[in-house]
């Protein structure tokens, strides 16, 4: 029997991690955080981590740098990090953004790797 179970998850009321991100909803294949209001920063450190991570620019603007490569990100842009690749990125202005991670990047403590 397939799977149908429907979840909701009102991002008002969603658990917040420790670098601001809001988990949104999450199955047991691919998960979903909102980045909100981020304010402008310079370079994160540089890290990698196991999961595949999409994401899509609402408002603002960011300049990811992945394996050397430099990607501006402005609202209507999406982009990938694929799993194991070194970045980083700075925030250039106020920025909200919505990532999918694949398999789900908090679960099992994938967050800390």
């Known amino acids: 029997m397939a799977d149908t179970t429907v979840t909701k998850v009102s991002s008002a009321h969603s658990p917040t991690g420790s670098q601001g991100e809001v988990y949104l909803a999450s199955g047991k294949r691919v998960s979903m955080r909102l980045w909100r209001g981020e304010e402008p920063t310079q370079d994160k450190p540089k890290h990698r981590h196991e999961y595949e991570v999409v994401g ?3 408002a603002g603007r960011a ?3 992945i394996e050397g490569q430099t990607v501006r990100l402005e609202p209507g842009d999406s ?9 980083t990125y700075r925030i250039l202005e106020t920025f909200t953004a919505v990532e999918a991670t694949a398999p789900p990047a908090q679960v099992h403590g994938r967050e800390k790797a």
């Open 63 to 65: 300049e990811l740098e």
């Open 79 to 87: 982009w990938v990090v694929p799993a194991g690749s070194e970045h």
């Open 56 to 58: 899509y620019v609402i």
